[in-house]
């Protein structure tokens, strides 16, 4: 148990649909990221968030997404007007150790499925 | 150059034997080099990582190697079992814990 728990694990939805994912926590950690892994890919840095401060975005990160941490405990990240692109398995992170070096805690993800 | 390339991209290695993995990458900015492993429809899991400055670390069966110099780090896996069988990334980090990762190899390892 990583202590990051994703919900849901699995969603399909319509192209044009929105759809939101949370990541909740079971204690309280500083640093939460957002990954995104495509089928046989390695996972692509999204954002991440310094308690509730959006510290940076990727380019991956189009304006159709967005990402909240109010109160710096679970965070959400939401998807508009899906595209079948945005196919993959959503990771939310932590960095448990405090120790700022990528050993990142995963929880099992949010798998999207855009028809 | 922010990439991280893995080889090989699958590994098939009977019970007992050793797993070898290879890394490489190309930005000196890169601080720390985490392994993850990932069974099917999980999340990757951490495994082992080292510092640039440290040339080995073993953890259990699990070993390390790290070649600043030619920019380049392998995880060693001896006595492979049926239950390593899984998807390993290596990864670099960089600002304060992002990662890059590799493309990933799959390990089958055969009873």
């Known amino acids: 148990d990583t202590g990051v728990s994703q919900d849901p694990r699995h969603k399909i939805t319509k192209r044009g649909q929105n759809v939101t994912f949370r990541c909740d926590p079971i204690?309280?950690?500083?640093?939460l990221y957002w990954y995104r892994q495509t089928l046989g890919q390695g996972p692509e840095f999204l954002t991440y968030?310094?308690?509730?401060?959006?510290?940076?975005k990727s380019r991956l990160l189009s304006d159709r997404f967005s990402a909240e941490r109010p109160k710096g405990s679970f965070s959400t990240l939401e998807i508009q007007r899906t595209e079948q692109g945005d196919s993959a398995m959503y990771l939310c992170?932590?960095?448990?150790?405090?120790?700022?070096?990528?050993?990142?805690?995963f929880g099992e993800g949010s798998r999207l499925t855009v028809l | 150059q922010q990439q991280v390339k893995q080889s090989p991209q699958s590994l098939i290695v009977q019970k007992g034997g050793i797993s070898i993995i290879n890394c490489a990458y190309e930005?000196?900015?890169?601080?720390?080099f985490p392994w993850y492993q990932q069974f099917p429809g999980k999340g990757p899991a951490l495994l082992i990582a080292i510092r640039p400055d440290v040339s080995e670390k073993k953890e259990g069966r699990f070993t390390i190697s790290f070649n600043k110099s030619a920019k380049q780090f392998s995880l060693h896996i001896m006595d492979s079992q049926p239950g390593d069988s899984a998807t390993y990334f290596c990864a670099a980090s960089y600002q304060g814990g992002k990662l890059i990762f590799g493309q990933g190899t799959e390990l089958s390892v055969k009873p």
């Open positions: 968030f310094q308690n509730e401060a959006q510290l940076e």
């Open positions: 930005n000196t900015a890169f601080d720390y």
């Open positions: 992170a932590l960095d448990k150790r405090l120790s700022n070096t990528g050993e990142l805690f």
């Open positions: 204690s309280e950690h500083n640093r």
